[in-house]
């Protein structure tokens, strides 16, 4: 079963050449700055000796949030990562709570993209039996996870990894621990891991009312405090997306021995777009 790349030309460009010149403009705008690879090389110091790293990245077009995106995703092409976990929120709804796609690849423009059927089974069928399960409709409605596909193929070299996609539409804290937990318990040993939890942060704010609330939320994901994180939630859960997720990864971070998060980048809408009246904020984190 192929997963095929249903919201090429919507997020990101259908044309292989069109979405390889994409990406190398985000790029470029990325490098082209000194202070952004002076930034960047400082980080990759924190990378050094570690086999597992987990990112927060959002989702929105390539035009809007590619940018933001370029920061985590630059770092990560130098990890040569075989196994991506990628997270997010289930936006239409559909899914029971918990799913994974089991389909044996997904596409893009760039070619397939093969997912890990073994991590896959031992989420439904082995230790996370019942709490995990397949899903076909809701993975092929939701965009979030195609979004960061091209990106990893395009900084990917030698193509030879593969994916995990899982929906979370249950995102309170019990829930989010408890995959936390679960997916630490079915990594495969030696092999270089990253989780990738992808999440908007507040929509609909005014330009100022967003970077304030980002930049107050921002602070406690830092903290990587979930307890903490689900205090500031009770004014700004219905305002973020992927809250759940963003949760998941603070909490699979700490279980690994990843005490620490840095910000990347932090935009919103109204950085690109020039409407500053209702913008979607933006951020990328890591946590090491």
């Known amino acids: 079963m192929i997963r095929e790349h249903n919201f090429s030309g919507v997020f990101y460009p259908k044309n292989y050449a069109d979405l390889i010149a994409e990406m190398e403009k985000t790029y470029d705008t990325l490098t082209s700055s000194s202070q952004n690879q002076e930034f ?34 630059l770092l990560i092409r130098q990890f040569d990562c075989n196994t991506f976990i990628i997270l997010s929120s289930d936006h239409k709804g559909t899914s029971p709570g918990l799913s994974v796609n089991n389909s044996e690849y997904w596409t893009t423009p760039l070619g397939k993209v093969k997912t890990n059927q073994k991590i896959i089974s031992d989420l439904v069928n082995g230790i996370g039996n019942g709490f995990l399960v397949n899903d076909q409709l809701s993975f092929e409605i939701d965009h979030t996870i195609e979004l960061q596909l091209p990106f990893i193929q395009f900084g990917n070299i030698t193509g030879e990894f593969d994916i995990v996609p899982i929906l979370q539409k249950n995102q309170d804290k ?54 903490s994180f689900y205090e500031i939630l009770e ?33 919103n809408s109204g950085d690109i777009d020039g409407n500053k009246s209702s913008v979607v904020g933006y951020t990328s984190i890591m946590m090491v």
């Open 235 to 267: 004014k700004y859960s219905r305002l973020i997306c992927g809250y759940g997720c963003i949760a998941t990864a603070m909490e699979f971070s700490k279980i690994i021995g990843n005490s620490d998060a840095i910000l990347l980048n932090q935009s």
């Open 40 to 73: 960047l090389q400082m980080i990759r110091e924190y990378m050094k000796n570690k086999r597992i790293l987990s990112f927060l990245i959002p989702h929105a077009s390539l035009k809007y949030s590619g940018l933001v995106s370029a920061f985590a995703y």
């Open 174 to 227: 019990l829930t989010s621990k408890k995959l936390a937990k679960l997916l630490t318990s079915v990594l495969p040993k030696e092999q270089k891991i990253v989780l990738l939890c992808t999440s908007n942060l507040t929509h609909y704010l005014n330009y100022d009312e967003c970077y304030n609330a980002d930049k107050l939320i921002i602070s406690e994901i830092l903290k990587l405090d979930v307890d």
